[in-house]
T-cell receptor, first 113, second 109 residues
Framework: DADVTQTPRNRITKTGKRIMLECSQT?????MYWYRQDPGLGLRLIYY???????NKGEISDGYSVSRQAQAKFSLSLESAIPNQTALYFC????????????FGEGSRLTVL | GIQVEQSPPDLILQEGANSTLRCNFS?????LQWFHQNPWGQLINLFY???GTKQNGRLSATTVATERYSLLYISSSQTTDSGVYFC???????????FGTGTRLKVLA
């Protein structure tokens, strides 16, 4: 099983619908991240969390919200999805402190019609 | 903000060839990682290399933090090496990873 698990892996929805992408990790990491990737581009940070009580906005947080339900779980919500939120979404986790690797989930491909 | 530039943006190789991918960053960083995104979209960790040199099979990487660049070497390339290679850096004091725009590699059989 993957250390960082995302669900769903693929989702097609309609404009205006509420969507939640879920992420869980078994690595015992404190830090969790949500990134978005658009075709031909790198990854852009949406939100990040350093622990259950610490949530921070990234570069492109507008239109998104997050919830850190537990150390191991970090979900991303689109309250009212729009077509330009069609993208590949990645969750990642990392141990606390400056050193240490970032580990990614397998990605959630979201299409908003 | 910090700029992370990767070169070349695109690279086509014949199987068996060697290549060097470069990552330049504009400010001091704490961490640096190289990732391979395969054709299925999965991001695979290649190297965690804030400084120094590491090797893993046909791949090796070198980071010279004082000169603000990192290099990824691929030797004897295989078709399975195709995909996009990203470097990502952590800005000093913030612990946020910033990604370059990647090098798209295609290895021809």
């Amino acid at each position: 099983d993957a250390d960082v698990t995302q669900t769903p892996r693929n989702r097609i929805t309609k404009t205006g619908k509420r969507i939640m992408l879920e992420c869980s990790q078994t690595k015992g990491h404190d830090r969790m991240y949500w990134y978005r990737q658009d075709p031909g581009l790198g990854l852009r940070l949406i939100y990040y969390s350093f622990d259950v009580k610490d949530i921070n906005k990234g570069e492109i947080s507008d239109g998104y919200s997050v919830s850190r339900q537990a150390q191991a779980k970090f979900s991303l919500s689109l309250e009212s999805a729009i077509p330009n939120q069609t993208a590949l979404y990645f969750c990642a986790s990392k141990s606390s402190g400056g050193a240490g690797e970032l580990f990614f989930g397998e990605g959630s491909r979201l299409t908003v019609l | 903000g910090i700029q992370v530039e990767q070169s070349p943006p695109d690279l086509i190789l014949q199987e068996g060839a060697n290549s060097t991918l470069r990552c330049n960053f504009s400010d001091s960083v704490n961490n640096l990682q190289w990732f391979h995104q395969n054709p299925w979209g999965q991001l695979i960790n290649l190297f965690y290399i804030p400084s120094g040199t590491k090797q893993n099979g046909r791949l090796s990487a070198t980071t010279v933090a004082t000169e603000r660049y990192s290099l990824l070497y691929i030797s004897s390339s295989q078709t399975t090496d195709s995909g996009v290679y990203f470097c990502a850096v952590v800005i000093g004091g913030t612990y946020k990873y910033i990604f370059g725009t990647g090098t798209r590699l295609k290895v021809l059989a």
